[in-house]
């Protein structure tokens, strides 16, 4: 295709020219031409000067010079008007259809060829005006126009379909976004749910609607930078909340002043991904029910080989406890050298009986890695029907089991470990309340036989070096409706027998296991501490300051495969293996000693567990984080609710410009200015505090008065 020839040595005083600017033509009259520098006169009587390289490739008609300029006005408007009148008639994109794989460019001539049999002057310009402005399918490479193949046009209609549609949702949002977070300054409360706009902010558009509610819930998610979708939100996003103050959690407060989300939603469960509630599990009703159907079978199977274990197995929890994965059984035992010792039975929940490794629901599963036990309820790691139901140790049901078997010796050491497939029967479920009642009153042999061996164990811990902090545990509990919740801190009722013998016997299960998988060459997932600890971190410690110091000395445990050291719990190794139902590390675990040994190798081998550890450590960590900072979000709450009431503290740590205080029946540390607590300000002083500014949406806690307790 040969190019145009250039417009210099053609032009003269008088001729009608057009040029580019601001991506517009402009009609324009030469009144002098020297050496291919040009002066023209445009239709606004403008006078302007430029190279005739910056003429677009048509030109004309020719007039003679000398016109005033006045005439000069008439004769490019008349033009102009012309011009317009045959570019509105001009449909670019029948033209791209035309075009299309004849050629991949052609100057302004070809094109006009295609629409009239004589173009002239008019009809060139009034085309290449509407080619320039499509720019969509041609792009203007000078002399001539690109056509853009199909693909590249597609994308660039999606692209300005996307600019289009931010723009209207921008134009009818952003007013309303304003008027929402004048609300919010002001305290005004909330707009019902399925409040559509605000009388300021009227959003007749049904799309622009749900595509503000998306754009907000992405945010309050933080899914930007997510790719596709979220993407595309976050743009609007930042054209959305221009002239919006720089506030932390911005769109969840316009979402909870609309009434898209309550107050106190937890915004933590949304940037994790995680599903409240059971109802996610709709989605695998059928990956459910085939669980069922397995367990019946192996059900029916178990009971005609007579593999039900008859051992008398009891378990002790919260009264609430829906998700019992562990029992126990404790009685006297003859050690192989005739000496006397015990017998421990520690039966642990298989949900590993049938379970579909890599399919749907594992892999459901596994991305939620543990449940959450918040104020407001429990969020679950598998199915209800699985985990609540199905694979709970409830009394009287026979349920599949690992048990752990121990032989200890009279002063609590392990003498044996092994652990076995079974089938079991829970003979009770007993709270924790009523296990302590029966303690004290030693009315029950079987637990207070099992207490006196817990002991032990705590006892030979110690010996080897073990942390362990006993504090109060607050119970926050909340009372009214979404609106007008009132949060209620109580320390819960202590049942320290009770607790102490479930805790050892778990410490002993997965200590126990993580050795006996060491020896057989089973890998599994440790939980390490491999630190030296100073003789003065050994002990109970219950004092506030005490506990300060030692936990200061700790450092978080591991997840690798190889079993090392946990120190605070004076453990060689450790591997969890006791809340199957409630952590996903766990039921791994769980199906590497059940496939070892029903098959004699274990389901994965050390490099396909390794290869799961930085996926698990990463969602552990951002799925722990809702259980870490969603109950001290709700003690905010509450001191917020109490602000003017005064709070006993310890002072735990009187380094640095703040020391810091610790609220002990609350289980909370707050750190405030030295010079609130004078001079006289030592570990251990005992403090009564006074709160001033108090946000628990970002965390905020700030002491306004210090005093030394009387």
């Known amino acids: 295709m040969t190019k145009s020839p250039k417009l210099s040595g053609f032009l003269k ?29 445009t239709r606004t009587r403008r006078e302007v000067k430029l190279p005739d390289s910056r ?17 000069i006005g008439h004769r490019l408007e008349a033009l102009e008007t012309r011009r317009r009148e045959i570019m509105a008639e001009v449909n670019p994109l029948e033209l791209w259809d035309m075009a299309q794989g004849e050629v991949e460019r052609a100057p302004i001539e070809w094109f006009a060829t295609l629409l009239w049999q004589e173009p002239g002057v008019n009809e060139l310009a009034a085309l290449g005006r509407a080619l320039i402005a499509a720019k969509t399918h041609f792009k203007f490479q000078p002399p001539d126009f690109e056509i853009h193949p199909a693909d590249k046009v597609e994308a660039r209609l999606s692209k300005d379909r996307e600019a289009k549609e931010r723009e209207g949702v921008v134009n009818a949002g952003h007013a309303l976004f304003v008027a929402l977070w004048n609300r919010v300054k002001s305290g005004q409360p909330p707009m019902p749910p399925g409040t559509r706009d605000l009388p300021e902010a009227r959003i007749p558009d049904d799309e622009v609607l749900e595509r503000l509610h998306e754009v907000l819930l992405a945010q309050v998610a933080g899914r930007s930078g997510s790719g596709g979708e979220f993407d595309a939100l976050a743009k609007f996003w930042e054209s959305l909340k221009k002239s919006l103050p720089d506030v932390p959690h911005l769109a969840l407060q316009l979402a909870q002043a609309w009434g898209i989300l309550p107050p106190h939603h937890n915004y933590l469960l949304d940037e994790a991904g995680y599903a409240w509630g059971d109802g996610w599990s709709a989605d695998f009703f059928a990956e459910i029910d085939a669980q069922l159907a397995r367990f019946d079978e192996l059900a029916a199977l178990a009971e005609k080989n007579g593999e039900f274990d008859p051992t008398p197995f009891v378990s002790i929890d919260a009264a609430t406890t829906r998700d019992i994965d562990d029992a126990f059984f404790v009685g006297p035992a003859e050690l192989p050298d005739g000496s006397q010792g015990f017998r421990c039975a520690i039966a642990l929940a298989r949900p590993t009986l049938a379970w579909d490794f890599g399919g749907r629901l594992d892999r459901e599963v596994m991305g939620r890695v543990t449940s959450l036990y918040l104020p407001e309820g429990s969020g679950h790691m598998m199915p209800e029907r699985l985990g609540t139901g199905l694979f709970s140790l409830t009394q009287g049901q026979a349920k599949p089991a690992l048990v752990a078997e121990f032989l200890l010796d009279g002063r609590g050491e392990v003498v044996s470990a092994a652990p076995r497939l079974a089938w079991v029967t829970i003979t009770r479920n007993i709270a924790y309340p009523d296990a302590q009642a029966a303690l004290n009153a030693d009315s029950d042999p079987h637990l207070s036989l099992a ?27 909340l009372e009214g409706e979404p609106n007008d919740l009132r949060v209620r801190i109580e320390t819960r009722e202590a049942s320290p027998d009770a607790e102490l013998l479930v805790s050892e016997f778990m410490i002993l299960a997965n200590c126990g296991l993580a050795r006996w998988a060491s ?12 630190i030296a600890l100073p003789p003065s971190a050994t002990g109970v410690f219950r004092d506030p300051l005490d506990i300060a110091r030692v936990v200061k000395l700790l450092a978080p445990p591991a ?52 290869a799961l550890i930085p996926t698990l450590s990463a969602r552990i960590q951002e799925v722990g984080q809702i259980q870490r900072f969603r109950p001290r979000y709700w003690k905010l709450v509450y001191l917020l609710q109490h602000k003017r009431e005064p709070f006993p503290a310890v002072l735990v740590d009187d380094q640095g410009p703040y020391p810091t205080l610790a609220l002990p029946d609350m289980q909370l540390q707050v750190r405030l200015p030295r010079n609130m607590l004078g001079d006289k300000a030592h570990p251990g002083m005992a403090v009564t505090i006074l709160f001033g500014r108090i946000d628990p949406l970002t965390n905020e806690l700030k002491v306004l008065e210090a005093r030394e307790a009387d």
């Open 451 to 477: 207490l006196a061996l817990s002991r032990l164990l705590l006892e030979r811990r110690l010996e080897h070096g073990a942390v362990v902090i006993d504090r109060p545990e607050p119970v926050v509990e």
């Open 559 to 610: 997840l690798e495969c190889t079993p090392r050291r946990h120190a605070a719990l004076a453990c060689e190794a450790y591997a969890t293996c006791t809340s199957p139902i409630r952590r996903y590390v766990d039921f791994l675990n769980m199906a590497q000693v059940q496939e070892y040994l029903a098959t004699g190798a274990p389901r994965l081998d050390l490099a396909g567990l390794e």
């Open 519 to 530: 020896e057989a060459g089973v890998p599994l997932l440790h939980r390490t501490q491999n």
């Open 13 to 41: 005083p008088g001729s009608v020219v057009e040029f580019l600017q601001d991506n517009e033509a402009h009609i324009a009259w030469v009144l002098e031409e020297s050496a291919g520098r040009l002066r023209l006169l």
């Open 55 to 71: 003429l677009l490739p048509w030109s004309g008609p020719d007039y003679p010079a000398g016109a005033t300029r006045e005439e």
